[in-house]
């Protein structure tokens, strides 16, 4: 069988994977929603849609086939099992308007053709001051608002092309007296064509119950006890499907692409799209675009790879215009211990 041949054939079987898969993880009550806009905005728990790590989202969050390092158990559950060390720590830091801080944390470790990662991200607002009806510029006290998720990813590389993986992930969502819980999961594949380090993948994202809330509002200053019956809200399910490749342009020069396409539940579908170019595999210059945004839509950023006494580190920065919300910045530090053996840019020149 041809190179080529092989390569349609794999693509073929993978795109009907991924469609089996969207139609298997979605309700059957949320088919006909995802494939129009009256959805739109209706999802809860918008924090879970937040890009992970400064790399991701230089290259326009096209991050499905190229979850290779700390961040991928937030992207591809089954990229975890392509990082470069046997462990592997990793922090993203973001700002956004309004003074809202995040952070994402993960650490995994890989035993033969099974990889574990333990992942959580926290979203802070700051102090808000609390209005009532008779103090509608502020009663001089305060409250805050912040979002939570810890989750749990298991991958296993079924052979030496193909790995899956799952996250199992706890969320909650805290807003003065009121609180947003559930249990959501993610399910993800990776395939190395065997063109180069050609490879794709799917990841489906956010599925499961619907985000539950609760909590005791608080008494008005006339007695009155508002109610306590809520209504529940969408998880903000998405299916992402993705290719990328390197292309080397020297002994010490790679141009890498990546594409990925997004459905989410309650959003118009989009295109992103990236390029990385690695110099003396140090130095990494990356660009981005997401078609689905009503403003902005580009990011950029660079990284820097050092290799130590048997450490790999990268250090990754990003800005992503996001229209009238000004310039957004991404920080973020991804750390393995390296086995003896184990070369940290092999994913690039495999030829599987």
């Known amino acids: 069988m041809s190179a080529v041949r092989h390569y349609r054939i794999v693509l073929a079987g993978l795109l009907l994977a991924a469609g089996l898969a969207c139609a298997t993880v979605a309700r059957a009550g949320d088919l006909l929603r995802l494939y129009g806009e009256e959805n739109v ?159 794709v993948g799917f990841s489906a994202r956010n599925f499961g119950g619907d985000l539950r809330p609760g909590g005791t509002p608080p008494t008005l200053s006339d007695g009155y006890v508002p109610g306590t019956e809520f209504q529940s809200f969408a998880a903000p399910t998405e299916g992402i499907f993705g290719a990328a490749r390197t292309w080397e342009l020297g002994r010490e020069i790679g141009f890498l692409t990546t594409a990925d396409f997004s459905h989410p539940s309650d959003a118009k579908e989009s295109f992103r799209m990236g390029g990385e ?30 290799v130590r006494k048997q450490m790999n580190l990268r250090i990754d920065y990003a800005y992503s215009d996001m229209g009238a919300f000004g310039t957004i910045h991404y920080f973020s530090i991804d750390l393995s211990p390296l086995h003896k053996r184990r070369d940290p840019d092999a994913w690039r020149r495999r030829d599987r």
């Open 41 to 199: 905005g209706a999802a809860g728990g918008q924090f879970l849609r937040v890009p992970v790590g400064a790399r991701a989202v230089a290259l326009g969050k096209a991050y499905s086939a190229l979850a290779n390092d700390g961040s991928a158990p937030f992207w591809n559950p089954a990229g975890i099992n392509h990082t470069p060390g046997r462990h592997n720590f990793f922090f993203s830091h973001s700002e956004y308007a309004a003074g809202i801080d995040l952070e994402h944390l993960a650490w995994h470790t890989r035993r033969q053709n099974f990889a574990f990662a333990l992942s959580m991200g926290v979203l802070r607002s700051g102090d808000i001051e609390r209005t009532d009806e008779f103090h509608q510029e502020g009663t001089g006290q305060y409250f805050n608002a912040n979002q939570f998720f810890a989750g749990l990813t298991v991958s296993r590389a079924m052979t030496d092309r193909f790995s899956v993986g799952v996250t199992g992930k706890y969320y909650q969502e805290n807003l003065d007296e009121y609180q947003l819980k559930s249990v959501l999961f993610d399910v993800g594949i990776m395939y190395f064509l065997g063109l180069g380090d050609t490879r």
């Open 277 to 306: 170019l690695g110099l003396r595999r140090m130095l990494f210059l990356r660009a981005g675009y997401e078609t689905s945004r009503v403003e902005g839509g580009f990011s950029a950023g660079f990284g820097l790879q050092l």
